[in-house]
């Protein structure tokens, strides 16, 4: 596509950029409404999820279900989209599955039926790879990482706008207005996915070998494992049992929902700054900037006695996951062929996703046994010692030239 754009006449280059622009236009409304569909509940998940059981291990096990799904299915759907040469068919069956899913935590009754519809918008955040790789394309290779930042920074708005109104939702309606509200995003983001227009691309059948080498490759391996540990530390803070801890200091709904969007809007603000500044410092720098930050936040949650210490908590967590998540993401892929991106984002997000599972269910069965703020201090020392190990291990940051391994 590139190469017919440089060769065109003026007019028809034109009207191809013309054509990109309204893509890229689109895909940020899908991305989001998609991102709001999954968060505009989520501030008060946990303390829903407790109002159905007295088991914080059971509470850690419903929140954990969104990240063990995307886990086992984002690799597949990236392989799948690959091998079919479409992004679009798994996008609109995401965003089924995330209205589907809302509507069932709606009517649950007890943590099990909360359970089921975790797991199924875990399922429905699968959509992540293709909704990556479909924007990264409208992009040339060497952007990826600004690519990245790009959608990262709308998700992360998207969940800002939903979040903030999680608590005068609940007020409203009680906690079931949110999740049809969530349904109702997503039938949306539904419509306007239908007037998008998708490129087929050649159908690539991987093979066994061509898979493992790739997923193997530390460039690709590596950042995927660094984002899993910020993952973790993000899961079982900010959305695991940083608000049920805020409950018990005697926050209200509207308190807790403002503590996710405060968290979010610093999300927002490390996302620019990661995009501003990558190209001056380096992946690397930033990636070491990042879990410092993320490890203070967990921190001053796991020793502050005081609201404010909790909001402040928020703020750094946000800004350091902010900064780790488009930089991790862009490096995954920036050297990967376009025939093979689908598949390592796949990879990327899988890996990750397994940090969103362990981050709950693991703070869970600790903080059951030894209390939350405990449970903190732990996750505190294996962000920081794990990040900053992992990162002196990258290859190279964004920018740099080095070769596929």
Same mark, same amino acid.
């Given at each position: 596509m590139?190469?017919?754009?440089? @060769?065109?006449?003026p007019p028809?280059?034109?009207? +191809?950029?013309?054509?990109?622009?309204?893509?890229?236009?689109?895909y940020v409304?899908?991305?989001?409404?998609?991102? @709001?569909?999954?968060?505009?509940?989520?501030?008060?998940?946990?303390?829903?999820?407790?109002?159905?059981?007295?088991?914080?291990?059971?509470?850690?096990?419903?929140?954990?279900?969104?990240?063990?799904?995307?886990?086992?299915?984002?690799?597949?759907?990236? =392989?799948?989209?690959?091998? =079919?040469?479409?992004?679009?068919p798994?996008?609109l069956?995401?965003?089924?599955?995330?209205g589907?899913?809302?509507?069932?935590?709606?009517?649950?009754?007890?943590?099990?039926? =909360?359970?089921?519809?975790?797991? *199924?918008?875990?399922l429905?955040?699968?959509?992540?790879?293709?909704?990556?790789?479909?924007?990264?394309?409208?992009?040339?290779? !060497?952007?990826?990482?600004?690519?990245?930042?790009?959608?990262?920074?709308?998700?992360?708005?998207?969940?800002?706008?939903?979040?903030?109104?999680?608590?005068?939702?609940?007020?409203?309606?009680?906690?079931?207005?949110?999740f049809?509200?969530?349904?109702?995003?997503?039938?949306?983001?539904?419509? +306007?996915t239908?007037?998008?227009?998708?490129?087929?691309?050649?159908?690539?059948?991987?093979?066994?070998?061509?898979?493992?080498r790739?997923?193997t490759?530390?460039?690709?391996?590596?950042?995927?494992?660094?984002?899993?540990?910020s993952q973790?530390?993000?899961?079982?803070?900010?959305?695991?049992?940083?608000?049920?801890?805020?409950?018990? &200091?005697g926050?209200?709904?509207g308190?807790?929902?403002?503590?996710?969007?405060?968290?979010?809007?610093?999300?927002?603000c490390?996302?620019?700054?990661?995009?501003? =500044?990558?190209?001056?410092?380096?992946?690397?720098?930033l *990636?070491?900037?990042?879990? *410092?930050?993320?490890?203070?936040?967990?921190?001053?949650?796991?020793?502050?006695?005081a609201?404010?210490a909790?909001?402040?908590?928020?703020?750094?967590?946000?800004?350091?996951?902010?900064i780790?998540?488009?930089v991790?993401?862009? &490096?995954?892929?920036?050297?990967?062929?376009?025939?093979?991106?689908?598949?390592?984002?796949?990879? !990327?997000?899988?890996?990750?996703?397994?940090? &969103?599972?362990?981050?709950?269910?693991l703070?869970?069965?600790?903080?059951?046994? &030894?209390?939350?703020?405990?449970?903190?201090?732990?996750?505190?020392?294996?962000?920081?010692?794990l990040g900053?190990?992992?990162? !002196?291990?990258l +290859?190279?940051?964004?920018?740099?030239?080095?070769?596929?391994s």
């Amino acid at each position: 596509m590139r190469k017919s754009v440089a @060769a065109a006449t003026p007019p028809a280059a034109e009207a +191809v950029e013309a054509s990109r622009r309204a893509s890229i236009t689109l895909y940020v409304i899908i991305t989001f409404l998609f991102w @709001a569909s999954l968060y505009v509940y989520v501030p008060t998940l946990a303390t829903y999820a407790q109002s159905k059981t007295a088991s914080l291990a059971l509470v850690g096990v419903a929140l954990s279900m969104y990240g063990l799904w995307q886990a086992i299915l984002r690799l597949p759907v990236g =392989i799948a989209s690959d091998w =079919i040469g479409r992004r679009k068919p798994f996008i609109l069956g995401g965003l089924v599955l995330a209205g589907v899913g809302a509507v069932l935590m709606a009517f649950a009754g007890r943590i099990d039926g =909360i359970i089921v519809g975790r797991a *199924v918008t875990g399922l429905a955040a699968a959509t992540w790879v293709p909704l990556v790789v479909i924007f990264s394309a409208l992009f040339p290779p !060497h952007e990826a990482v600004r690519a990245s930042a790009i959608l990262t920074l709308v998700s992360s708005l998207g969940r800002v706008a939903a979040t903030a109104i999680t608590g005068s939702l609940n007020g409203v309606g009680g906690y079931g207005l949110a999740f049809f509200l969530a349904a109702a995003l997503a039938g949306l983001a539904i419509i +306007v996915t239908l007037l998008t227009r998708e490129q087929r691309l050649p159908r690539k059948r991987q093979s066994a070998a061509g898979i493992r080498r790739l997923i193997t490759r530390r460039d690709v391996l590596l950042p995927a494992v660094l984002a899993a540990i910020s993952q973790y530390a993000s899961y079982a803070t900010t959305y695991g049992f940083l608000t049920i801890l805020a409950k018990q &200091m005697g926050a209200t709904d509207g308190a807790l929902s403002a503590l996710v969007t405060l968290n979010l809007v610093f999300y927002s603000c490390g996302n620019l700054l990661a995009t501003a =500044i990558v190209s001056r410092i380096g992946a690397r720098a930033l *990636v070491y900037l990042s879990f *410092v930050t993320l490890t203070a936040g967990v921190v001053v949650a796991a020793i502050g006695q005081a609201m404010s210490a909790i909001f402040a908590s928020q703020v750094l967590l946000g800004v350091g996951l902010g900064i780790a998540y488009p930089v991790l993401m862009g &490096m995954s892929i920036e050297y990967v062929s376009d025939a093979e991106r689908a598949t390592a984002m796949g990879l !990327h997000q899988s890996v990750y996703a397994i940090g &969103m599972f362990a981050g709950p269910w693991l703070s869970g069965i600790l903080a059951a046994s &030894m209390g939350i703020r405990p449970m903190f201090g732990v996750t505190a020392f294996a962000c920081l010692a794990l990040g900053l190990a992992g990162a !002196h291990w990258l +290859v190279a940051g964004p920018g740099k030239t080095r070769k596929e391994s």
